[in-house]
């Protein structure tokens, strides 16, 4: 079982940016496949991005262009960085780790991300 702990939510005006980060409690991402996912109230979760231990990355179309999902191995983290941020974009965003093939998959605590004027 991993530990995820986001940081780096929080309240910024419409075209604004913000990087959050997912730091997992060991070195997995050789491993793991990383994925942001967000929950507007009232909605259901959704997958925003996705990054394989091959490197390869996957963005939901509502982000891509705008948003880039990547690790840093050394110090254990995968960061969000958002760009552009749109008012839809509000949501708490949560880091999951993953192993598919296993049945393996954690989640992290969530982070609220606000665009708002």
């Known amino acids: 079982q991993v530990q995820l702990v986001e940081s780096g939510g929080g309240l910024v005006q419409p075209g604004g940016s913000l990087r959050l980060s997912c730091a997992a409690s060991?070195?997995?991402?050789?491993?793991?496949?990383m994925s942001w996912y967000r929950q507007a109230p009232g909605k259901a979760r959704e997958l925003v991005a996705t990054i394989a231990s091959s490197g390869s990355t996957n963005y939901a179309d509502s982000v891509k262009g705008r948003f880039t999902i990547s690790t840093d191995n050394s110090k254990n983290t995968v960061y969000l960085q958002m760009n552009s941020l749109k008012p839809e974009d509000t949501a708490v965003y949560y880091c999951n780790a993953g192993v598919p093939c296993a049945g393996r998959t954690d989640w992290g605590q969530g982070t609220q991300v606000t665009v708002s004027s």
């Open positions: 060991r070195s997995i991402f050789s491993i793991y496949r």
